[in-house]
């Protein structure tokens, strides 16, 4: 992929992200998250490819845009595959909280996990931990030999984990092992990639949540050198089926971080309110100033990007 693309691809989580970021704190879920689509939808077809989405808002009966096989992009250039959310955590925006983002991860074709929109069972670590997961051993066991390799007590480690009522007797285990926790209201994708950053405060995540938000964080964790693993929980049988026509021939398998985002990956973000991973948008009397980050699993390079947004130049925003 050319690695210009990258920086197209971040001017369109910026347009979403400012576009939400005009309705946060404001208690509206639905507004926020649609001027976050509208956007990413009107900045996309300025890219110069012809992409796919392989995650987005839904299925086509379900999201006029953004859906499920959707062409994106100017027809023109490398055929590529998205997954996207262009605003992840959408309560925590709405209601003023931290750690919402708009992101994308992008692919050649056949490169990422056409995951079904249902639950996936999840672990991420940092560089430090790459290879020392294993989504079936206990939570005690994996935080002993990420303790070892990260030369610290399971009790210096914080794992980070979404509050919800499914993750009471996840909790129990990882307190008792002895290491704290961070619960957070929504975001998993940025609390994935807070475990590569040494300055975040958390080193490991446990639990469920999206499958389509753990094909994205695969994909940011192989530009980084994290690590991740993950297995589909489908809460019901229209879902298994849903799953099985999508191509996922067994609904119980453990995917490793390979195999949900596999070949030469590029990953984009930029943050909507502020958190551990990226700063909120600032606007300002003449515009608006954003924190993205830009990441190649090719390269290895990730740039972190703070640009300024000019609105009386810009009549799209």
Known sequence: MNRNLALEFVRVTEMAAIASARLM??????????????????MLDSV???????????????????????????GNGPKLEIAL???????????????????????EKGQLLNAPDTYMQKI???????GLI?????????LKRLAEAKKCRIQDLTAVVLDRPRHKELIDQIRDAGARI??????????SIACCQPDSGVDILFGTGGAPEGVIS??????????????LKPRN????ERALKMGVEDINKVFTIEELASGHVMFCATGVTTGNFLQGVQFKPWGAVTHSVVMRSQSGTIRKITAEHHFDTKPRY
């Open 218 to 231: 695969a994909a940011a964790l192989r530009c980084i050198g994290g690590d991740f693993q993950g297995r």
């Open 48 to 74: 110069e490819c012809d992409a796919t989405v392989v995650i987005g808002e839904g299925e086509r009966d379900e999201a006029p845009m953004l859906y499920i096989g959707e062409k994106v992009g100017s």
């Open 134 to 142: 294993d989504i079936d051993d206990t939570p005690l066991e994996n």
């Open 124 to 130: 991420a670590v940092g560089p430090e931990g790459k």
């Open 85 to 107: 959310d262009p605003l992840e955590g959408t309560t925590v925006c709405a209601t003023g909280g931290y750690n919402s983002i708009s992101v994308m991860a992008i692919a």
């Open 237 to 240: 049988d229209e879902e298994v």
């Open 182 to 191: 961070q619960l957070i209201g929504d975001g998993d994708v940025a609390a």
């Open 25 to 42: 704190g404001r208690g509206d879920e639905k507004a926020a998250d649609q001027a976050a689509v509208d956007a990413m939808r009107t």
